[in-house]
């Protein structure tokens, strides 16, 4: 029996433009998806004498029932295994660490890492069938098997451009306010009348490009903020907390999470020990 550990890592978006509602019901995006030091951790084991799936779920987080054939894990293991025609018992243990409904796309990363670490396992290089199995699966899958730091994503997420980032990093804060929120009803709700700022989105990139620091307050942006603070006080009230400590933040995805980023380690080291006391998820991160 082989048994390998792999890391599923979290996301923000440090950009996020909603380009307009696709035939197929979803949404075109051009939004920056930068990967964090927040994840969760998949132990997978592979048995030749046996047959099927068996998932166990560690739940560090939020993650109450959630049924074994219903998540992506399992559904990606599943389809995986179907497509290669594989013989195998697969066994995977998922310790889930990235809180759920966070705009982080633990999930997504979780689907992606199980689909990249079978194929690793079993040796399977047609690199495309697996991403399209990711695709279907989720709009944030395709870039967690890009295994790549910072990228463009395009279309509905599916459309990844993997981004050589040269500028200095800054820490990052996260904070979870443990509210759900309905990435279906953000879209449904948001107002369409408005122009892109794809414009700001290219000077963002560029200025990433360049071995310096970047002033992100000038860059940082999420179309469907304004939404989600409508549908819930309780996220805009955790930015404008954020913003009353001295941080720019920003929300990830649809929400609910929001993010903070600085130059100034100890001073995020002295605003997270402080959340630490309202908030049950608080991470003090890093771009990975």
Do not use: W
Request: charged share 25%; glycine share 6%; proline share 2%.
């Amino acid at each position: 029996m082989i048994t390998d550990e792999y890391k599923a890592f979290a996301k923000v978006n440090l950009f996020l433009e909603i380009l307009g509602r696709r035939d197929d019901g979803y949404h075109n995006i051009k939004s920056l998806f930068a990967r964090v030091d927040i994840y969760d951790s998949l132990k997978i084991s592979i048995n030749e004498k046996s047959l099927g799936i068996s998932l166990e779920v560690i739940n560090k987080s939020n993650a109450f029932n959630i049924a074994n054939t219903n998540n992506l894990v399992y559904r990606a293991a599943d389809m995986f295994m179907r497509e290669f025609d594989i013989k195998s018992g697969v066994s995977i243990t998922l310790t889930k660490n990235i809180p759920l409904g966070a705009g982080l796309g633990g999930g997504s990363s979780d689907c992606g890492m199980t689909l990249a670490a079978l194929s690793d396992i079993f040796k399977i290089k047609d690199y495309k069938r697996v991403f399209d199995i990711g695709a279907s699966l989720g709009s944030d899958v395709p870039f967690f098997l890009k295994n790549t730091s910072f990228a463009c994503c395009e279309g509905r997420g599916e459309i990844v451009t993997p981004l050589d980032i040269k500028a200095f990093l800054p820490s990052v804060l996260v904070v979870f306010p443990s509210v759900s929120i309905s990435t279906k009803e953000v879209y449904q709700s948001m107002d369409h009348q408005y122009t892109p700022k794809t414009d700001l989105f290219d000077m963002f990139v560029s200025e990433l490009m360049e071995e310096k620091m970047v002033d992100f307050s000038r860059y940082l942006f999420n179309r469907l903020e304004a939404t989600t603070f409508n549908i819930s006080k309780e996220v805009g009230q955790l930015k404008e907390l954020l913003l009353s400590e001295g941080l720019f933040s920003l929300m990830s995805g649809s929400g609910s999470s929001i993010f903070a980023i600085s130059y100034d380690y100890q001073k995020l080291k002295k605003i997270y020990e402080k959340l630490l006391e309202s908030f049950d998820f608080v991470f003090l991160t890093k771009f990975v």
